[in-house]
Structures are given as C-alpha cells and as structure tokens.
C-alpha cells in the first residue's frame, strides 16, 4: 500500500492490541465501548485504510469522538504513534459532518473575534447569553459556543518590551481565540520572560491550524503552516514560546528543527531570577492533557507555583483524564463534553479551591462554562497571570550572548 492510506496501514501495524491504553482513555470510561478505545479506533483505522470497511458516518464517528489526548501513546509499550495516526486517518476521511464551519471560521479571525466581543459587550450580551443558549438544542455547537463566552471584555493584544537592545531570542506565537482571550497570559509570559533576562518579540496573531490538522481539514492546516514559517522567518528569534499547550504539536510540525517551548520550561532554568509576593490562597490545577503530553511542562508549573509563599498548590486528581474542551470537540459533541467537564469539575470541589487555574485556552474556557451553570465560586485564570501578578519586579537581568 502507497500513499496517505499506506502510512496509516503501517502506523495501525504497529499495535500489538494489548489494551494497556483502555485504562487511561477518557472516551473508554464514558462509554465502555471497544469502539470508543484507542485499540478500537486502530482497528477500525486499519480496516478503512485497507478498504475493509466503508466510511459510514456510525463508524467514522468513533474517530470523531477521540480527544486527541494522547494519555494512550504515555501507556503505550509498542510505542505506537497514536497522534499522528489519528491526523493521517482524519485526513484520509476529510473533515467530519457535523464540524461547525461557521464558528470555527469565526475563531481562527482574532481582528474579527475583538470587534464581535466588542459588540457583544455594548449589548450586554454576556448577561442574557445563557437565555439564549437555552433557546437552542443542548447538541447545538452555538449552544456551547454561547456558554463559553467570557463575561469579560478581552485584554489588550500583547506587547513586547522594548527595553532589551538586539535582536530577540523569542518569539511569543499569540494564535487566535488565546491572543484574544489569554492575550493577559500572554504579556504575563513576556513579563516573566524579561524578568529571567529573555528578549521576547511578539508575532502576528493568527490560527496555528490545530483544529484544522485535527478536524480533517488538511488544506487549511497546511495553509496556516506556511503562514506560520513566514513569521518565523521573519522573526529573526531562535526560539518560539506559546502559553497555550494546545498549539505547541502543531507550531512542532510546521517547524521542524525549531525549538518550540512552553514558556514555563524556560522560567525553569532561571527560576533562582524570580521571586514572588505571598498569596494565602488554595488554587486548583487543572493541568491540560497537552500540558502532560505534548508540552510535559506539568510538574515545571507546579514547582513554579510552589515558589509562591503560602500558595496551598492542589493539582487535581487524575482520573478524569480529560475535562472534554479538546479542540472543536466541545462545539462537535458538547453533550459529551460536558459530561468529561461535569467529572472534572467534581474532582476539582474535592479540593475546595478558591480559584481555579488552566493553561490551555479552550480547556479554561470550557471549565470556566461549568462553574458558571453550577454557580462554584471559583474565578479561573492563566497560571502565567498569576506568577506575573506575584513577582517582584526588580530590572531585567541581561542574557549574556
């Protein structure tokens, strides 16, 4: 076998169906269906590449269920390549049915997104959207996509800091939906950066292709790769940073060779640079499935965290393995997201929090949605917000060349 078809064939060879993934897989526990299991889904990738089966839209929906967390590849003793299988398998089928075109085409505009939040909030419409919402289907991706608005008008787009002379040896990649809603992560990350002694520079906003690459849509992923290399190339930076966990696979895919970090595994090295006020408060963290998987920066963040006096640090329990956000799965399926987000949210009360912190934009989003609908006191933000507004400022340590 040749082609898209053949490279699925192979990476679905790799499988010994041992079934150590079961276990750790969020979609397994939700339906206790084979199907619904990473070796299902392999199976069944398998049999549509070698043309053993049809690509009907029963079937094809079990691939669209997945969450892409890759809690499985961790379990995995074959170490099969489950991601990337997942990408070449959606690309060989195009993009799913009941994908919102619309709203994603929405979100990926962060110019377009500022301007209709600005409208939204002179209409006050984050007062009444729940009103709305309940107008519409609870499997309607506009009913999620209401509820997941921020009652918030959206910070100003990030800035660097000028102050540094040369050229920068960061880029922050700001994206779409987080350069609008996390653009305060995202100066908190420059804040931080320049703390430890980084020059960092800002590149454009815009969509990294992530929903694109994972929903199918081969032809707008591989556009947004190569918009993505011509900022990088124009950057003159060495390495590229993003808050948002969920964006670092692709931003790694579009630039081979290039280091791409989580600014967390930065502060890391310099963390001797850094010292922080004292907050009394217990904080939940939710530590995203791309944060362990993709970016592994979770116990960076908490050690970070801990540097915080009298910060009572609570990292919340796994399982549940997901909390359901997941891309555009929480616009595709929301029913089902909801459920992973109810399970999360139950473990996080467990830990009787004050506030709630997530470092991925869609995961925060969708958590910050059901803590509204069930009234928990619980503010949510960036833990990067959080370190940036305890720091000690002092002048900015210079990166020696």
Known sequence: MHGPAGRVAILADQCVQCGLCLPVCPTYALDRNEAESPRGRIAIASALARGLAEPTR??????DHCLGCLNCEKACPANVKYGELLIETRALLGPAPQRPRQLLNLAVRPVLMRILRRIAGWLALPRWKGWLARQ??????????????????PAPPVQSDNR?????RLALFPGCVASVDDAEAQQAAVTLLQAVGFQVSVL??????AMDLHGGATQGAEQAARRVRQAWDTSSATQLVSVTPGCLGTLRRALPGVPVADPLALLATRTESLQFRPLAQRVAVHLPCTQINVARSDSTLLQLLRRVPELDVM????????????????????????????????QASTLDPQQLLSSNI???LHLAAGIEEHGLPWPTRHPLSLLAQQLITTEPKQESP
Do not use: K
């Not at 289907?137 to 008008?153: F, G, K, Q, R, T």
């Not at 540094?164 to 920068?168: L, R």
């Not at 359901?324 to 999360?344: C, M, V, Y």
């Open 204 to 209: 454009p906003a815009f969509c990294c292709g």
């Open 362 to 364: 869609g995961c925060r």
């Open 164 to 168: 540094n002379t040369g050229q920068p």
């Open 136 to 153: 519409l289907p609870e499997a309607s991706p506009w009913h999620a996509a209401l509820l997941i608005m921020s009652a918030d008008a």
């Open 58 to 63: 029963e079937l094809r929906e079990h691939l």
């Open 315 to 346: 990292p919340m329990p796994r399982p549940p393995h997901c909390c359901g956000a997941a891309g555009s799965h929480l616009l595709e399926f929301p029913e089902r997201a909801a459920q992973l987000r109810g399970a999360t949210l139950q």
